[in-house]
């Protein structure tokens, strides 16, 4: 079972929602509530959009060039976007990721599943138009920051979106950090971009906890270094679009109660799975949203609301799937 930061919020917020999204939802399943949950689980809002949109120009243009510290001209950059955003909207458009055929992998970085589109809400030209002058601002800020410095130095080397996992007792541990920065004779920094205007919370627990999980998981440090102190690692959290940076660094007693909200959390968890197989769950056992406004958009509203969906979970007990 895997259990990662964005899981566990979802879990504290709505058991319910946690089990579409990380125990009903199967894309290769004969049982289609179950391939509707997975289809459910890709849905993201133009807004959710935007931020992918950044992390993959930074990771698939912008990294590359940096550790060659180079920076790319600004019109390749407005050009990348644009042919990014056109092939994913297009995608959506055609509501590609409904094709049980079509792989995550095959579709590559045209994939896009937009909640806005899939529940005909309705995406005009100009609302694409505000998040593609969006995503440029972003990332002009980023060029003009003075983090740039560090980013282009020739003796770090940049990681892009790597997949730290560490085992903690039957759950798989997931991190995903947007940039691990690998310094020669220092100890690594991690930084996570925030791209919109109004979320108050801060990064402080995500940031921790992918702190932890570089010095848990096996080393991908260039220069073989060994990280083993989450507390000398350096956090940053940095908000593109509203331009300004806040840094971290971890005590001892953040660490420890950072390794007990996940303790816990997964424990939660555990309880709840109980090493039962999917047919064998019952619905009810998962609590769900205490405010109406977690429901308000919930890619799961379809599937929650569907009485025929939560006896069939329940009833499809002895069906092998
Ligand atoms: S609609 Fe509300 S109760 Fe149902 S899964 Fe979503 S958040 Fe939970």
Redesign the pocket.
Known sequence: MNWSISKAKIFS??Q??WF?YEIMARKNSKDKDRFEAYILKQLGSIHTWRGKIVDQVIENLLVPEFNKSNVPPFDKIETFVSELMKKQLEFAKLRKYRDPKLTKKKAGDSYCALREIENSEGLDNDSVEKIKEQVIISLKNLLQSELMKILLDSNIVLVAQKNLNYKFQEFNIISRPDLIVYFRDEPPMIIDWKVYFFRKENARMQLGIYAIALTESISTDPFQKPIDDPTEIRLIEYQLLKNFQRNYKLTSSDVCNIKDYINISSKDMGKLINNKKYHEFDINQFK??YTSE??EY?N??S???NKKVKYQVNLMKFIND
Do not use: G, P, V
């Open positions: 917020k709505c319910r929602k579409y769900m949203a977690s429901c919930c799961f509203k599937l929650c609301r």
